[in-house]
């Protein structure tokens, strides 16, 4: 309530007084996804990931690290609230979606104009709170504490199969194509310099959910914000910049966003991406350095 209301609101909704203001917004717990993180793709976030986040802050957001204000006991308190309220948030929206076949307020007047009468209903909603309840919040509750539990598990976590390859010119050359090629296709998103300008920004893309083009062009998140692509001229990276950060980036992709994973990509491609992404900031024209000595000696 002190540090994190202002802004993530009481409930953890991410619509605290401050969150109007924010770009990006804060994070909504109540869908229980985290982007930054070290476990695969459709997987929680670890305590690890959590106390990281409120560590070190995130970069190019208004989420600042917490070190100055919080000691590490304070530190492991605010994670375990914030999982608590991510599990409260899962459980009461599987408890909706549950109920919503039949007593959504588009259901209950379908059901109305079928011939039902709205009391009918009313006591058939009472009979299933009163009766039938019990089952339905122990299968929609079934399986959240194990899927918290399995995410603090050690071989849970993202982890590279061979070490980084040596930073050299040819690894960056190798990765720009693969940044350019039409299998990994990061430049649709990122754009050919990687600028986040891809040819996807600026579509009208549909709701997941409604289907309808939402109003404004873009890529958006499961929260329904714009979530343009990463400018990686900036060299601004909100998981983290180690070498490893970029790794999971890729493989896992990030969670709620429109960026894949690339689970099934070789191990050394991606750390080929890896040193050409964070080369970018630093190269007027990164990774064509190698191109161009190799033409140099394939003419000699």
Request: hydrophobic residues 30%.
């Amino acid at each position: 309530q002190r540090h994190c209301s202002h802004c993530h609101g009481t409930s953890g909704d991410g619509a605290g007084p401050t969150a109007q203001y924010l770009v990006p917004r804060p994070r909504d717990y109540r869908h229980g996804v985290f982007k930054f993180k070290s476990t695969p793709n459709g997987t929680k976030a670890s305590r690890d990931d959590l106390e990281r986040v409120l560590r070190y802050g995130i970069p190019g957001t208004y989420m600042p690290s917490f070190v100055p204000m919080l000691d590490e006991d304070e530190l492991d308190q605010v994670v375990e609230y914030i999982r608590f309220l991510a599990m409260r948030g899962e459980f009461e929206r599987r408890l909706a979606g549950e109920l919503s076949t039949d007593f959504s307020e588009d259901a209950v007047a379908n059901r109305v104009e079928g011939g039902e009468s709205r009391k009918e209903i009313v006591e058939e909603l009472k009979g299933v709170l009163g009766e039938d309840i019990n089952d339905s919040l122990e299968f929609i509750s079934d399986s959240l504490p194990s899927d918290w539990e399995a995410a603090d598990e050690e071989d849970a976590i993202v982890t590279p199969s061979i070490p980084r390859v040596p930073d050299t010119i040819e690894s960056r050359r190798i990765g720009r194509e693969l940044f350019l090629s039409k299998a990994v296709a990061c430049a649709d998103c990122h754009g050919i310099g990687g600028r986040g300008d891809g040819p996807q920004s600026t579509i009208f893309e549909p709701n997941p959910i409604t289907g309808e083009k939402y109003p404004e062009p873009g890529l958006h998140d499961v929260w329904d914000n714009v979530n343009q692509p990463r400018d990686l001229t900036r060299g601004i990276y909100r998981g983290g910049r180690r070498p490893v950060d970029l790794f999971r980036r890729i493989n896992a992709g990030i969670e709620g966003s429109r960026m894949p994973p690339f689970k099934n990509l070789e191990h050394e491609k991606i750390w080929h991406i890896v040193n050409y992404v964070l080369s970018i900031p630093f190269e007027s024209e990164p990774g064509r350095a190698a191109a161009s000595e190799e033409a140099a000696t394939d003419s000699e």
